[in-house]
């Protein structure tokens, strides 16, 4: 059977949000039994240059919605940048995992080849065929967040480990 691009590009969002929400359920786990408050991780860096651990959670989130509904031309869902624990984090994961599943693989296939236009900063756009939207531009920062997130919490003292960030990988 030939690659797609729901298997090659949305299968691994998908994957590693998963993985995401269940490192977020460690994260809290471990926390709570060593008394380190929700919000020193939430609002935790790598360098003070750096998003947050909330941001970057949020941009994985994103960069998954956004490129699901750019490619299949369906409507992008808004998602306010509104979360402060790690249940609405968990939340935001988990209407973005609902809304990629059903994305229609006609269409998204389709639209590797069609033009994809997409804002790049807060005045300017930018136009490039899907596929390449996809493959330089979606996916390198959407896993450019989800480990930014994992490190965040590996530098806080998190003991989790690469199984974790690849999730359910054994299980394909």
Do not use: W
């Not at 408050?37 to 994985?60: G, K």
């Not at 369906?74 to 988990?94: C, M, Q, W, Y």
């Not at 807060?122 to 390449?132: C, D, H, L, R």
Request: charged share 20%.
């Amino acid at each position: 059977m030939p690659i797609t691009a729901r298997s090659a590009v949305l299968s691994g969002f998908i994957q590693t949000l998963t993985a995401l929400d269940a490192i977020l359920d460690k994260a809290v786990e471990q926390a709570t039994a060593r008394k380190i408050q929700p919000e020193v991780l939430l609002n935790a860096r790598l360098s003070p240059d750096m998003l947050p651990f909330t941001r970057q959670i949020q941009l994985a989130c994103d960069f998954t919605k956004n490129a699901a509904a750019r490619v299949s031309g369906g409507e992008n869902p808004k998602f306010p940048d509104v979360e402060t624990s790690f249940d609405e984090l968990k939340a935001r994961i988990a209407k973005v995992l609902a809304f990629v599943e059903g994305i229609d693989d006609a269409a998204f296939e389709a639209g590797v080849a069609k033009d994809v236009t997409f804002p790049r900063g807060p005045s300017a756009t930018m136009t490039m065929k899907g596929e390449v939207y996809l493959t330089r531009f979606a996916v390198p920062n959407f896993y450019f967040h989800a480990a930014t997130a994992y490190a965040i919490l590996r530098e806080n003292g998190i003991h989790i480990g690469k199984g974790d960030f690849l999730g359910n990988v054994y299980d394909a």
